[in-house]
């Protein structure tokens, strides 16, 4: 069982970083594959970006892809997102999830945390 808790998110002009953090319960942690996702209002919840459980493969969305950095800290049990050069169409809310290698779905999802990008 994983329980997941994401922070981070605000307000930042357009240009501007945030890092989301995911700080995760659960000694199996360091096993699961961790990403992040996002789903703006009216929209479909989307695939923003995953980390393997080595910290060696990542994969990103085209639409983040040169701007966003997903990482782990395995001792600390904490997924971050480092998100530079926010648009506005960044807005939304943010979550992070956890699946087992061997999984085909995600298995726990966090709460989730607001992103508002102004321009």
């Known amino acids: 069982q994983v329980q997941l808790v994401e922070s981070g998110g605000g307000l930042v002009q357009a240009g501007g970083s945030l890092r989301l953090s995911c700080a995760a319960s659960?000694?199996?942690?360091?096993?699961?594959?961790m990403g992040w996702f996002r789903q703006a209002p009216g929209k479909e919840r989307d695939f923003v970006a995953r980390i393997s459980w080595t910290e060696s493969i990542t994969y990103y969305a085209d639409s983040v892809k040169g701007r966003f950095t997903i990482s782990r800290d395995n001792a600390k049990n904490t997924l971050y997102l480092q998100m530079n050069s926010l648009k506005p169409e960044d807005t939304a809310v943010y979550y992070c999830?956890?699946?087992?290698?061997?999984?085909?779905?995600?298995?726990?999802w966090g709460q989730g945390t607001q992103v508002t990008v102004s321009s």
């Open positions: 659960g000694r199996a942690f360091s096993t699961y594959v």
């Open positions: 999830a956890a699946k087992r290698p061997t999984s085909a779905k995600y298995d726990y």
